[in-house]
């Protein structure tokens, strides 16, 4: 098969695997006719076996259609191709030049020009030859078999017969598959639906996205009794029922489905795995943007609970629904808003969402949130914020932004200084975030936190030093600040009652500054000598 990019043949590395070489081809037919019946095999999805719509380069080098990639992604499948090889779907790149291409030959052909594939289409596709792959699998063993056993051989042909009728589900084995987020996730005994942050590089502590399904909910009216999930909704497809009431044009319809897929996913995780597929989410999406009060918080709700499971965080984010809960989070209610925040934080956790989110612009509304938020958005927000100021590219926005006075003003409300404070370290870790919190007296604030050492919980004050120290390398600034604002007895407060880690760098911080003090010192005795030398 011919494709834009392929790997140049014959290039191996050191340990036998072939090298990312990119070679580019690009398609010229030989004849000035085109035959508008007959499009020429290297503009045909080798999967799908249509025109592509949209065709990308995995790392393998060969070019598919993007929703077939997808398709074979999620069922877990590695077709087989002429040549023998299994393409690796792990990371794929538009191919821009085969799209070109495959638009000029439709524009002199007079072809109709393609259009996006439907995913199920699609699926049926994979799955047929999944099955003719399983069933010749199984029958070459056969063969093998009995050909060990009595030296016959087998034709060809029966080696494709008994073709299963009952292909394996889509993600059946995705709970298997996924890692657990224990210490990210919990479920409470009650109807909360809760996870726990990472433990912070800084101190282990606990961090738990709050309630989604409080009294004040909207749903309370007219959700449904027993909790379970309509019997239509547990079949083999389990994400059918759902679909199929998201898109009705009755409210109350979809108000008691989403209803029931909230419940459903609460504590479940394999349900919330099983049911979460690309066609889901895309029904999903128009009652995240619903006017009307029982679908929407719900909605939001059910998503939170859905970005719960591990496997579903990136499939979510690349769905399209972060910039629906960012606007959420910038107009909704105050019950969606919650959501919302709870729901950037569940998806922020992943590592390939972080920078995605950023560029979407969550960050200005989060820290917006942080303020003016109820104490559950507030909480998810600062938490959001941390996770995402992980990256460095989050934490240069939010530098831009103007986030370093706002985040020391909020380190003196009690209920998010802890939280806030986590953001305050990422920032204080680089180069723009250190200058911008020194402009902003960043020093002044901190030695103030840290002089009620009192009334400060363990988390806090390690993190207050923490961020001490990250502001006192490689700055002259800190120096001369902190001895304007008498660090010296705040930190020696600390080298007696602080923990480990913290007594390590208060006295690293202590000897700094005693060795500047020193340096300025015999600069000074150093010139008084020279001025009795020019007088003598």
Same mark, same amino acid.
């Given at each position: 098969m011919y494709s834009p990019f392929r790997k140049a043949n014959g290039e191996t590395g050191r340990h036998g695997r072939s090298k990312s070489v990119w070679n580019i081809f690009v398609y010229r037919s030989s004849s000035s006719k085109f035959d508008k019946r007959d499009p020429p095999k290297e503009l045909i999805c080798p999967i799908y076996g249509c025109l592509m719509f949209d065709p990308v380069v995995v790392s393998t080098g060969q070019s598919f259609e993007r929703t077939s990639v997808q398709v074979c992604k999620d069922l877990g499948f590695k077709p087989q191709l002429p040549n023998g090889l299994n393409p690796d779907f792990t990371n794929v790149i538009p191919n821009l030049a085969l799209r070109t291409t495959i638009l000029t030959w439709c524009e002199k052909s007079g072809a109709e020009?393609?259009?996006q594939p439907d995913y199920y289409a699609v699926e049926s596709v994979v799955r047929a030859s999944m099955a003719s792959t399983s069933s010749s699998s199984i029958s070459r063993e056969d063969s093998r078999i009995r050909r060990e056993d009595t030296g016959i051989r087998v034709s060809e042909r029966d080696l494709f017969k008994g073709v299963t009728e009952n292909p394996p589900m889509l993600l059946s084995h995705a709970a298997s598959e996924m890692k657990s987020r224990n210490n990210h996730f919990y479920s409470s005994s009650s109807s909360e639906e809760s996870v726990i942050a990472?433990?912070?590089? /800084?101190?282990p502590f606990k961090t738990c996205l709050s309630s989604y399904s409080s009294s004040s909910s909207q749903s309370t009216s007219s959700e449904i009794?027993?909790?379970?999930?309509?019997?239509?909704?547990?079949?083999?497809?389990?994400?059918?029922y759902y679909v199929v009431q998201f898109k009705k044009l009755d409210v109350y319809e979809q108000e008691q489905a989403v209803i029931s897929l909230r419940k459903s996913t609460r504590t479940d995780e394999e349900a919330r795995v099983s049911v979460c597929t690309p066609r889901l989410l895309s029904a999903l999406k128009p009652l995240l943007v619903s006017r009307y009060a029982g679908v929407q918080p719900n909605a939001v709700a059910a998503l939170v609970n859905l970005s719960l499971a591990e496997i579903n965080k990136v499939k979510i984010v690349r769905a399209g629904i972060t910039s629906l809960l960012i606007d959420l989070l910038k107009g909704g209610s105050e019950e969606t808003k919650e959501h919302a925040a709870g729901?950037?934080?569940s998806l922020a956790l992943e590592d390939d969402n972080k920078t995605a989110?950023?560029?979407?612009?969550?960050? %200005?509304?989060?820290?917006?949130?942080?303020?003016?938020g109820t104490e559950r958005t507030r909480h998810d927000s600062a938490l959001a914020l941390y996770h995402l100021t992980l990256v460095q590219s989050n934490r240069v926005k939010l530098i831009k932004l103007g986030a370093a006075n706002t985040l020391l003003g909020l380190l003196k409300a009690s209920d998010i200084a802890g939280k806030v404070m986590l953001v305050v370290c990422n920032l204080a870790a680089c180069q723009e975030g250190k200058s911008a919190l020194l402009d902003a007296n960043a020093v002044d604030v901190l030695l103030g936190i840290l002089r009620n050492w009192n009334k400060l919980d363990e988390s806090t004050r390690e993190n207050s030093?923490?961020?001490?120290?990250?502001?006192? %390398?490689?700055? /002259?600034?800190?120096?001369?600040?902190?001895?304007?604002?008498?660090a010296g007895e705040v930190l020696q407060v600390v080298v007696e009652r602080g923990s480990g880690r913290a007594r390590e760098?208060?006295?690293?911080? /202590?000897?700094?500054? %005693?060795?500047?003090?020193?340096?300025?010192?015999?600069?000074?005795?150093?010139e008084a000598n020279w001025e009795g030398i020019l007088e003598a």
């Open positions: 020009k393609p259009h990472n433990n912070s590089p /800084l101190l009794i027993s909790g379970e999930v309509p019997s239509s909704a547990s079949t083999s497809s389990e994400d059918d729901a950037i934080f989110i950023g560029v979407l612009g969550a960050l %200005q509304p989060l820290l917006h949130a942080l303020r003016s030093v923490a961020a001490l120290y990250s502001l006192s %390398q490689g700055s /002259l600034r800190f120096k001369s600040m902190a001895k304007e604002a008498k760098k208060a006295k690293k911080m /202590l000897i700094a500054m %005693q060795r500047r003090v020193k340096e300025e010192y015999d600069d000074e005795e150093e």
